[in-house]
């Protein structure tokens, strides 16, 4: 298989540079390049040909939420410009981004995950949690504590007081809805299986329909869109 490339976004070049000897000291991860500002992060994206990027939420210009929204948004304009020479398995959607914050409850975070992101890390962590983070990410899962991030949404839900919109689900039959509800309130697969009294792979299934009818990225997404929409209290 080849290496996962992993790119890094932060105006910390000291950072950056530990991020890549972390990265260049295993086997199945390749270093795809660093960049210091916002609008560098959109093009290192896929100039690069990145997998994964982890970004930085705050860096000076474009900050990390809007250059996610904007690499997240972007694949088909960037595949567009590519050599019609390239293999079509060359062409990705869009690379796995990891927003960095110094803060475990930072709610700049809620709007990094609403603009496509995949997960976050504290800077703190450990290499070893980066490295696993990373690989989990590429694999297709998200990178997240779910109680954490299901409080800072519900912290800001609850000082806007929004109305209930079940417009928001409208596109979802009677089953998802309910499982979406329940994934809304950070239930994990399991749980949702037992309040529900279905199997768990059901429950993936669900979630899988969910994510493709509502246009969502992960299912953290899921807790966000609920509470923008006043569908949890």
């Known amino acids: 298989m080849s290496a996962i490339r992993v790119a ?18 295993q086997p ?15 093009a290192l994206a896929y100039e690069a040909r990145a997998d994964v990027v982890l970004m930085d939420i705050r860096m000076p210009g474009l900050d990390g939420i809007e250059a996610t929204a904007r690499i997240v948004g972007a694949p088909d304009a960037a595949n567009a410009e ?3 020479d390239d293999d079509a398995a060359s062409l990705q959607a869009h690379p796995k981004i990891i927003m ?36 989990a990410v590429h694999a297709g899962h998200s990178v997240i504590a779910p109680s954490d991030t299901v409080d800072i949404i519900r912290a800001q839900a609850s000082r806007r007081d929004k109305e ?18 329940l994934a809304a309130r950070g239930l994990s697969n ?20 969910i994510l493709a009818k509502l246009s969502l990225n992960s299912r953290v997404q899921i807790v966000a869109h609920a509470y923008e929409n006043g569908l949890v209290r």
């Open 8 to 25: 890094i976004a932060d105006d910390h070049q000291l950072f950056c540079s530990g991020i890549q000897m972390l990265i260049e000291s």
């Open 28 to 42: 199945d991860l390749e270093f795809a390049g660093a960049a210091y500002d916002g609008e560098a992060a959109v």
């Open 82 to 84: 590519r050599s019609q």
């Open 100 to 135: 960095l914050t110094t803060f475990q409850r930072d709610e700049a975070v809620v709007r990094a995950i609403q603009a496509g992101a995949d997960g976050f890390l504290v800077k703190d962590a450990t290499p070893e949690f980066v490295l696993a983070a990373i690989r």
């Open 164 to 181: 209930a919109n079940p417009e928001a689900i409208a596109a979802l039959s009677a089953r998802e809805k309910e499982v979406f509800l």
């Open 190 to 209: 399991a749980e949702i299986a037992q309040t529900a009294f279905i199997g768990e792979t059901t429950v993936k299934s669900h979630i899988r329909s």
